[in-house]
């Protein structure tokens, strides 16, 4: 994994930082909606280095992994295509607040 080399693609302006969302995750771990309407478990991750990442899994596939730099993008460090998850994670909080 790549990381931290930063996403590609288009972006959406994320209303909470990684680090935000990464903390609403918690080791436990959270269920949301993607703005795809799927439901995504996100749990808290590492890199083979040890740098933060957020996990998503589908009800089918992990999805994978969204980390501060590829934060807001619609393509993770990676090149997968996770801006479905990453904004959906990023609404799901703004609707706690």
Known sequence: MPHPNGGSGNTFSPCFSFQQAYDHVGSKGVIFKSTTNEC???????TNK???T????GEKTTHGNVC???WGYRNNCSGTHIGQCSEGLDNAINSKT
């Not at 957020?54 to 899994?57: A, D, E, P």
């Open 40 to 46: 995504i478990y996100a749990k808290q991750g590492k």
């Open 50 to 52: 040890g740098l933060m």
């Open 54 to 57: 957020i996990v998503f899994v």
């Open 68 to 70: 501060e730099k590829c």
